[in-house]
């Protein structure tokens, strides 16, 4: 039996387009606000990333930043996260959930202590920004144990012989970084250039579901067309931000913005 | 946990970058796998080589301006009744702290490696003041990142960046200091390090900058003990080493070179910053037992809350308001080789009114949370104990502060 993330790709793929994820903060603006986006985009959504908030990220742009001390403020913990993905877990679209986060959070919580939260409330898949192969070896290892994929990252700087260790030590699914950048920066590289990086990881790597990240919007999700999934997530937290200081709903604005995402691929 | 004799401390971490198994390593993004790699590679190849080093040595001397001076604090010796103080001036160096030797290090490695533009961090703003001298000595291009408090409260150092031509970037998230700061420069280093290279300000972030700038303060420790020897004949029995620590990049070059005599002639004592006396934050991870965690690409102690955020800190001196603490200061705690205490920034200004009042030295407020355990410490010392301060930076960038904690008549001008 395939796993729920493998299954989401297969289903994307079966309609033939890229699957989409998106990403969300835990706790942004509120821990139930948070909860009731994550049900209202998954009527459009594959896979739902969701931002473990740290306050020293050092991969983060300023709109995750943003979210994440917005939660941080809010009183988010990592109990509430676990929390949170469990209720999610019991909705009517329920889609897989990936967290992602900081290394220190788990480090905090304790890895195994970290990974039976996770397997009880449900949760699909991790990515741990800051924790990079050969370093995520063991706990790779660790989450495969739990049925949880560790999902590998790969960025334009990767080499082609770790490229082809990272991929040999990855489970499910791979997740590569578009450009040299923080999350949210500007499509700086050309999309053709970053489908032919992404063309050499699914050469080395072809039955692994490959992501793309950074910079993708609904201006450029279009152009990404041949990947096996594309990762949206500052442009949504930013609607999160806009909506917020005009008084709007989040919930209905980044619905509407995840529901025209999904229409730009289908 | 042992530390080993004969090997230098930067290269007793393991194949992982971890000193002890446990602290530093590189918890870092992807992209920096390969730019952090590249580093390394070079770096192991320039720290032996003759070239480079004569290189480094005569940039040190004819631009730097070592050695320091060694001075002996004769009248706060007789006012204090016990050790004989001494002083290790590092504040003579070019620039007025020990930061230049890390910042020509990291541009002279910069130019090797062909980037143009360098980036950096600070805090109290030397870091950032002498990197803006060494990237315009050495031609390269420079930018600053600096907490939005820390630009308010050390003004004369932001100056001094702008006159050298750097781009000085203030840093709004978080607590709007030090630790902003350095993630802030980090995730710039993220998004251009194909062209552009970074200097951390101190012996903290991934492994590689933790051993490159403890391999350039060693030049203090160096330098004294020749100084020393000159003096005494020999390293003297009773031999006291006190240093302020932030992230601990003076201190581990005040004492490196003393790293594998017996602690019980050659003893290494930190101070961190104890933070105001009524506050319960601090700068000082070592002295209350503040737990293991990352922060900036390296495990170590680090001031955080249970669920793993790092904590606000608060410090009269921007250089020690930091949550953490080098992986290489976590070592020797552990090891037992050093031994670590905090001073309260009321003790602090006090150390600097009594300093400046018996002798001709102006510590800034860092060093002088130093001076402050040392003083107190040194009354119950026999007279042949030789206690040495490092005087690692001059109070002129604290002249708001100091003026308006002490008064106008602490202030000289400069």
């Known amino acids: 039996m395939l796993n729920p993330i493998s299954l989401a790709f297969k289903k994307a793929k079966n309609e033939r387009r890229p699957a989409l994820l998106t990403y969300t903060v835990a706790g942004d603006s509120s821990k139930k606000q948070s909860l009731e986006i994550l049900k209202s985009i998954s009527k459009y959504a594959d896979l739902l990333e969701i931002g473990v908030p740290h306050n020293t990220p050092v991969a983060d ?113 791979i997740y590569y970084i578009s450009m040299l950048s923080t999350t949210g920066g500007k499509l700086k590289v050309s999309p053709k250039r970053i489908l032919q990086n992404y063309n050499k990881i699914k050469i080395i790597s072809p039955r692994k579901n490959c992501v793309i990240g950074f910079g993708i919007t609904e201006k450029t999700i279009s152009k990404f067309k041949s990947a096996d999934g594309l990762v949206v997530g500052s442009q949504i937290c930013k609607e999160i931000t806009r909506s917020l200081n005009n008084r709007q709903n989040p919930v209905i604005n980044v619905s509407k913005m995840v529901n025209k995402l999904k229409n730009k691929i289908s | 946990m042992k530390l080993k004799k004969g090997i230098p401390v930067i290269d007793q971490g393991n194949r992982l970058g971890f000193w002890g198994g446990k602290f530093g390593g590189n918890f870092v993004p992807e992209t920096l796998k390969k730019p952090i790699e590249d580093l390394e590679i070079l770096f192991n190849k320039l720290k032996n080589n003759s070239s480079f080093i004569k290189e480094r040595d005569a940039y040190f001397k004819n631009w730097i301006g070592v050695p320091t001076r060694f001075i002996k604090l004769n009248n706060l010796t007789k006012y204090v009744g016990g050790a004989q103080i001494w002083s290790k001036v590092v504040s003579d160096a070019n620039g007025g702290a020990h930061k230049i ?101 101190s012996t903290v972030g991934p492994a590689i900058f933790v051993r490159i700038c403890g391999w350039s303060t060693s030049q203090i420790s160096r330098e004294l003990k020749l100084q020393l020897i000159n003096e005494f004949g020999t390293v003297p029995k009773k031999l006291k080493l006190y240093n ?156 708001k502060i100091l003026e308006k904690k002490l008064g106008k008549k602490y202030v000289k001008s400069n």
């Open chain 2, 101 to 201: 030797y890390n910042a020509t290090v990291h541009c002279l490695l910069a130019k090797r490696s062909g980037k143009k533009v360098i980036i950096g961090d600070t805090g109290a703003g030397y870091a950032g003041k002498m990197l803006s001298m060494a990237a315009k000595k050495f031609g390269l291009k420079c930018k600053i990142f600096m907490g939005a408090k820390d630009i308010k409260r050390q003004q004369p150092n932001v100056n001094a960046m702008k006159k050298n031509g750097a781009e000085v970037i203030p840093v709004y998230s978080g607590s709007q200091t030090l630790v902003d700061a350095v993630s802030e420069c980090m995730r710039y280093w993220v998004a251009n390090c194909d062209t552009t290279a970074m200097c951390v300000g």
């Open chain 1, 61 to 173: 742009g300023g709109q995750i930043q943003t979210s994440s001390y917005r939660a941080i403020k809010n009183g988010i913990k990592m109990k509430d996260i676990f929390k949170i993905v469990k209720d999610f877990k019991k909705s009517k679209y329920s889609k897989p959930i990936i967290l992602m986060g900081y290394y220190n959070m788990i480090y905090q919580f304790g890895e195994n202590n970290f990974l039976k939260e996770s397997k009880k409330s449900g949760v699909n898949g991790l990515i741990v920004v800051d924790l990079p192969w050969p370093e995520n070896r063991m706990f790779s290892k660790k989450c495969k144990k739990n049925s949880i994929n560790f999902i590998q990252l790969l960025s334009p700087t990767t080499s082609n012989k770790r490229l082809k260790s990272i991929t040999k030590d990855s489970h499910d699914m």
């Open chain 2, 244 to 399: 302020c620590v932030g992230g601990g990049s003076s201190s581990f070059g005040f004492w490196n070179e003393f790293m594998d005599y017996d602690k019980k002639q050659v003893e290494f004592i930190g101070v961190e910053a104890g933070g105001p006396s009524k506050s319960q934050k601090h700068a000082a991870p070592l002295t209350y037992g503040s737990k293991i965690g990352i922060l900036h690409g390296a495990a170590q102690y680090v001031n955080q809350n249970s669920d793993g955020q790092i904590e606000e800190t608060e410090s009269i001196s921007a250089g020690l308001d930091y949550p953490g603490i080098s992986p290489l200061h976590c070592f020797l705690k552990d090891t037992k080789r050093a031994r670590y205490t905090a001073a309260s920034d009321e003790e602090a200004l006090k150390a600097y009114q009594i300093v400046t009042k018996y002798e001709d030295l102006r510590p800034s407020l860092e060093p002088s949370h130093a001076f402050s355990v040392a003083i107190k410490e040194a009354k119950k010392l026999s007279k042949d104990t030789i206690v040495v301060i490092n005087s690692c930076g001059d109070a002129y960038k604290d002249k």
